[in-house]
């Protein structure tokens, strides 16, 4: 079984900056991208910015120039660097892992993956 665990959110003021990681563990191969999600209350849950194990990266229109996100794939690690945080930036934040090549008893199987969310508030 792949765990997901996510670290880094909490509460800060707007234009401050946090860092969130997710690493993932267990019987992993290789995963194809890793990336961030996030939701708001009452909205539907949205891509912040994925990054491929090359180093391609997805992201939203609305943190480009603020959020960077970087992965290391020995660690199997994602990382979002967040700055100049706005209060609409507040959100559950959520890892995901997709494409992930696991090794079982019976052979190999891919599947996708998510941690369970931290908390991003951003106050005015």
């Known amino acids: 079984q792949v765990q997901l665990v996510e670290s880094g959110g909490g509460l800060v003021q707007a234009g401050g900056s946090l860092r969130l990681s997710c690493a993932a563990s267990g019987s992993i191969v290789r995963i194809n991208s890793m990336g961030w999600y996030r939701q708001a209350p009452g909205k539907q849950r949205e891509l912040v910015a994925d990054?491929?194990?090359?180093?391609?990266?997805s992201d939203a229109d609305s943190v480009k120039g603020r959020f960077t996100i970087s992965r290391d794939n020995a660690k199997n690690t994602v990382y979002l660097q967040m700055n100049s945080l706005k209060p609409e930036d507040t959100a559950v934040y959520y890892c995901?892992?997709?494409?992930?090549?696991?090794?079982?008893?019976?052979?190999?199987?891919?599947?996708?993956?998510w941690g369970r969310g931290t908390q991003v508030t951003v106050s005015s």
């Open positions: 990054i491929t194990t090359g180093g391609s990266v």
């Open positions: 995901n892992a997709d494409g992930v090549l696991t090794r079982q008893a019976t052979g190999f199987m891919t599947k996708a993956y």
